[in-house]
């Protein structure tokens, strides 16, 4: 059986990295006059070579992007279950050293939250915990789907790594699609970054999207956490690990997100800083590399960033987001797993979408399709 692990370590970040900053504005331009792009048309349209050509490669990507999606921005709302996790992570507001005050929410709870979160306008939600097997494993999961499937057209899920079979056994209860961000594909920064828990193991949760395709998952969400390491190395082995995805589990969908380094209690600094002109360069560069890979990005943007992404090639976008848990009702207050930049509303957003001419997507698919 294939297995990513096996493919990524034929590769070096020092000689990947050194490709990368080595392209020329001629490898630019050839890469933007290629009607299909390879991986190392990837690399040129991420190098510092590919600046200049920025407003080149938003154009195109706007082009691409309306040719396969159209005037639409899919919504979503993430909904935290729990802040309790085991793991140390240096970046995380959740992390087990941090002595904050632990909440997993029950199912009244959970009621709550899915009512206001329903009075938003949503039907695509996004679960997330931190990692504690003990408190919130796959036993508690799959009884949170089953409660929260009835009242969403779509659930998606961000947690902690699971076995194959673990996954085999959340589909049937209605989940649609996994986010599993690798953080960094540096293994030695990886360990630094994650010195205690599970998620100390770098090659299982590489390993992850692997048994995902296996389990038959709807869709994969991919992306590591920018400024942790050298984004352009990192967002190459997303792209790398995203062609071999595509190429062994065709019938998944697969989804790129953004994340960039945000303030949390206790904090870090980020290792290498990205500009939001760095950023739009990335988000065109994975637009012109794949055509059909949903692009996403977060709160964690702000309200001026995000107006002006919408066309740029992001497809999908969280909105009135709150990441801690019971942050819709039941206690608002408490802990974020990290600060939010827009802090607009639904309805703010859906207003802005209009605006500039795009269409808010609440409902696009639903289970219930595949079954016909």
């Known amino acids: 059986m294939p297995n990513f692990k096996d493919l990524f370590e034929e590769y070096s970040w ?19 006059s ?41 919504l979503f709302a993430p909904m935290y ?25 029950n199912d009244i709870e959970i009621a709550r939250e899915v009512q206001a979160i329903k009075a938003m306008g949503f039907e695509h939600i996004l679960l997330v915990t931190g990692e504690a097997n003990q408190t919130v494993g ?4 799959a009884h949170a789907i089953k409660r929260i499937r009835p009242h969403f057209a779509n ?3 961000e947690v902690q790594p699971l076995d194959q079979e673990d996954y085999e056994h959340l589909i049937p209860a209605g989940l649609h699609s996994v986010l599993v961000y690798q953080e960094t594909y540096h293994e030695a920064d990886y360990k630094k970054h994650h010195p205690k828990g599970k998620k100390s193991n770098f090659h299982y949760r590489l390993d992850t999207p692997d048994r995902l395709g296996k389990a038959g998952i709807h869709k994969i969400g991919l ?5 942790l390491e050298d984004w352009r190395v990192d967002s190459f082995f997303t792209a790398l690990h995203l062609a071999y995805l595509e190429h062994n589990y065709w019938q998944t969908k697969y989804s790129i997100s953004f994340p960039r ?36 990005l977060s709160t964690r943007e702000t309200n001026t960033f995000r107006n002006h992404a919408i066309k740029l090639g992001i497809t999908s976008m969280s909105a009135g987001s709150k990441t801690n848990p019971g942050g819709y009702t039941v206690e608002p207050q408490s802990l974020e797993q990290f600060e939010i930049s827009d802090e607009r509303s639904s309805d703010d957003i859906k207003q802005m979408l209009n605006e500039s001419g795009y269409e808010a997507v609440w409902k696009d698919w639903d289970l219930a399709l595949e079954c016909q």
Request: glycine letters at 6%.
């Open 14 to 32: 020092s000689a990947t990295k050194a490709s990368i900053y080595e392209k020329t504005a001629g490898d630019v331009e050839r890469a933007l």
């Open 34 to 74: 290629n009607p299909e792009r390879s991986l190392e048309d990837f690399k040129a349209l991420i190098s510092p070579a590919a600046l200049p050509y920025l407003e080149q490669m938003a154009q195109l990507s706007h082009e691409l992007t309306l040719q396969r999606f159209g005037h639409t921005m899919q």
């Open 81 to 105: 279950l729990s802040n309790e996790c085991q793991n140390i992570c240096t970046y995380c507001g959740f992390s087990l050293d941090n002595k904050i005050k632990r909440k997993t929410l």
């Open 138 to 141: 796959v036993d508690y999961i």
């Open 155 to 157: 659930v998606s899920m």
């Open 223 to 227: 992306g590591t956490l920018i400024g």
């Open 261 to 296: 380094l945000r303030p949390f209690s206790g904090g870090l600094e980020p290792k290498v800083a990205m500009s939001d002109k760095e950023l739009v360069q990335l988000i065109c560069a994975y637009r012109l590399f794949n055509q059909e890979v949903e692009l996403s």
